[in-house]
């Protein structure tokens, strides 16, 4: 298949077809940013890379990264807590993804798999996610099996409290060709980020010996999130346009090629 690389005015007429509002009681249930979830009423808005499993592995990697001790199990905890329960956590495979290896499917984690030291985290951090993927499982959560080849033609960075559906029919002079968006939800991260900081915190799952903070966390969870994220995108994306996508209350909306 002949992908499609999104202009700027076909990412407006996308995003103004495909939108809709955050449910504030379910803002912090993710989904990957993988453009092959189904445009379906309660899709998670919260788009990041690997959706949970990615959430857990950036908490792995700034302890390692930044050199602060952490309690991965009062971390998995912390986490779950922020989203209401273990059947809250979201991750993902597809229809090639191995399904007794857990997430094998979503192109993050396999990335990180494939190159633990890019993403700093180590063989025993990808051990601790799986363990706790099945351990989800177990307690009610949902691997989503995601369907059909990858059509992503642009990636989008969205702020505000709307969300953008990542299935398109575009109209071409050849007619309607399917298109894909990857999506990565910035400001609801933030937020989901920013509560998970405090909770980690208050809940003693990091060890700070200098007297940093919980607003020394979320800084450093957002520098590894955003490197995630470019990792990614570098492996699996990299032919395509970035574009920002900032939501107003009432729906309207602004882009920007980045
Ligand atoms: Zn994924």
Not at 39 to 46: I, S, T, W, Y
Not at 203 to 228: C, I, M, P, R, W
Request: charged letters at 30%; aromatic letters at 10%; proline letters at 2%.
């Amino acid at each position: 298949m002949n992908k499609i690389i999104l202009s700027e005015k076909e990412v407006n007429d996308l995003v103004a077809e495909n939108r809709y509002k955050v449910d504030p009681s379910r803002k912090f249930i993710s989904r990957c940013i993988d453009g092959r979830y189904k445009n379906e009423e309660g899709l998670a808005v919260q788009a990041f890379p690997g959706a949970d499993v990615g959430e857990l592995a950036m908490v792995l990697s700034a302890s390692r990264s930044y050199g602060f001790e952490i309690d991965r199990e009062k971390v998995f905890a912390t986490l779950v807590e922020v989203l209401g329960g273990e059947s809250n956590f979201s991750f993902h495979t597809d229809e090639h993804g191995d399904r007794l290896k857990l997430a094998s499917g979503c192109g993050h984690f396999k990335q990180i798999n494939l190159d633990p030291k890019a993403y700093k985290i180590e063989k025993e951090d990808i051990d601790f996610i799986n363990e706790k993927l099945g351990y989800v499982k177990s307690k009610g959560s949902e691997e989503t099996v995601l369907e059909g080849d990858h059509a992503e033609g642009a990636i989008l960075m969205v702020k505000g409290n709307w969300g953008v559906y990542p299935r398109y029919e575009l109209e071409t002079e050849k007619g309607k060709k399917f298109v894909e968006v990857f999506v990565y939800h910035q400001s609801l991260t933030d937020e989901k980020h920013r509560l998970l900081s405090d909770k980690l915190v208050k809940n003693g799952a990091v060890k700070f010996v200098l007297g940093e903070d919980s607003e020394y966390l979320y800084q450093v969870l957002s520098e590894t999130s955003e490197n995630h994220l470019m990792e990614t995108a570098k492996r699996l994306a990299s032919d395509l346009p970035i574009y920002s996508v900032q939501f107003e209350a009432d729906g309207s909306f602004k882009t920007a090629k980045l």
